[in-house]
Each structure stands twice: as C-alpha cells, then as structure tokens.
C-alpha cells in the first residue's frame, strides 16, 4: 500500500480532515501536510508545493491535495519536478482512472466547492487502487515531462 500525503488550504480543509480520517479507517498510511487549521488567509502553495516535493522525493508515494477549485491547487504541485497532478472536480470518474493508467499521476488534486465528500471519498479510492499501465507509449510521454 502507497505511503499517502495530503494538503489543503481553507477551501479544502474541511474534506482534507473527512479524507484523512476515510483513508486512516481502510489502512492507509496517512501524513498530513496541512493546512492543521483552518484559516482563511492561508495560500494554497504553501501547502500544494510542499506536497508536490514530498510525492516528488519519496519513491511510491501519492498526494491528494484538496483547494476550491483543485486547479491552482494542480499548478502549484506541479510545479515540482517529478510531481504530476491531475485535477478532479466531479463528472465521469474514468478520468480519475485514466489519469493513472495513462498518465502515471502521483497527486490528485480536488476540487472541494464542487464535489461532495461521498464523490471525493469514491474518486480517491478508485485513484489509489489504479495503478499505472506501464505501457512504453505512456512510458515515452510521461519521461517528457520532466525534460
């Protein structure tokens, strides 16, 4: 089982902390970046790049970092070299199966004002348990990435 990190700020905090308890209870090994409290002045970068060197750094680890939207939440891990997010804001949840099989994404980033904790709980499950296809002509495509 994958070592897991999350981080959120505000907008996130809320299904960070449902997540992490969801994860804990089905044996997942859970580390919590912040934000630890909820503070409407924090900075999603804050948290999303620290996230983005952890997944980067640490061989077989996964993130999931958690904002309003997920998409600036995705621009700032990825960012990091090594680090690729994939965003998930609701809708068909083959992209968040896709976006490991195809893409090898290590972070999943959500959008918490546009999915519920039920959808976040399902869409994080499904994206641990895919792994990667290892397919060479992802193979070829995702070594690109980091050129």
């Known amino acids: 089982m994958h070592k897991i990190y ?10 960070k902390e449902a997540l992490t308890a969801f994860l804990s ?14 503070d409407p002045q924090d900075d999603y970068p804050d948290y999303l790049m620290m996230l983005g060197r952890h997944v980067a750094e640490e061989a077989g680890a996964l993130g999931i970092g958690i904002g309003g939207s997920g998409q600036g939440e ?6 990091i070299r090594g ?4 965003v ?6 083959e992209i968040v199966k896709l976006s490991r ?11 918490a004002r546009f999915i ?7 869409a994080a499950l499904l994206w641990l348990t895919t792994e990667f296809s290892g397919d ?12």
């Open 6 to 15: 999350l981080a959120s700020d505000h907008a996130g905090f809320e299904l």
């Open 25 to 38: 209870e089905r044996g997942y090994e859970v580390n919590d970046l912040g934000a630890t409290a909820l």
């Open 74 to 79: 995705a621009m700032a891990a990825n960012r």
């Open 83 to 86: 680090a690729r997010a994939a």
């Open 88 to 93: 998930f804001y609701g809708g068909p949840m």
């Open 101 to 111: 099989e195809h893409n090898n994404a290590n972070i999943l980033s959500l959008g």
């Open 116 to 122: 519920s904790a039920d959808d976040a709980k399902a």
């Open 136 to 147: 060479e002509r992802h193979v070829h495509r995702i070594a690109k990435l980091d050129l």
